[in-house]
């Protein structure tokens, strides 16, 4: 499974940007539906942090504290698409983002999740 985000860039603080993750390359039988997703981020010299998680089809949320309220994860399984939709941003919000899928696990430990996306920049500027 290839999970891709999209999204990142420069945004002013206070302002919003919203995150994709995009997955393909599921084996035969498998669908993105199937799978939870989490968000997480990590900033420079700093350890990497949970975000939010979604379950497979939706009807659950978890967010960290640091987010609640500004941040929304939603998902479009028949896009095979996950978002992480970011308004009220700080410049502490400036991380690369990153969202990991599990069929099998959700958790706010990247290690419960089998598969992660390379990231996408995200700078907050004020």
């Known amino acids: 499974v290839q999970l891709v985000e999209s999204g990142g860039g420069l945004v002013q603080a206070g302002g919003s940007r919203r995150l994709s993750c995009t997955a393909s390359?599921?084996?035969?039988?498998?669908?993105?539906?199937?799978?939870?997703i989490g968000w997480f981020r990590q900033a420079p010299g700093k350890e990497r942090e949970f975000v939010a998680g979604i379950r497979r089809t939706g009807d659950r949320t978890i967010y960290s504290d640091f987010v609640k309220g500004r941040f929304t994860v939603s998902r479009d399984n028949n896009v095979n698409t996950a978002y992480l939709q970011m308004n009220s941003l700080k410049r502490e919000d400036t991380a690369a983002y990153y969202c990991?899928?599990?069929?099998?696990?959700?958790?706010?430990?990247?290690?419960?999740?089998?598969?992660r996306g390379q990231g996408t920049q995200v700078t907050v500027f004020s």
């Open positions: 990991a899928a599990s069929r099998t696990s959700w958790g706010q430990e990247m290690y419960a999740y089998d598969y």
């Open positions: 390359g599921f084996r035969r039988g498998r669908t993105f539906g199937e799978h939870n």
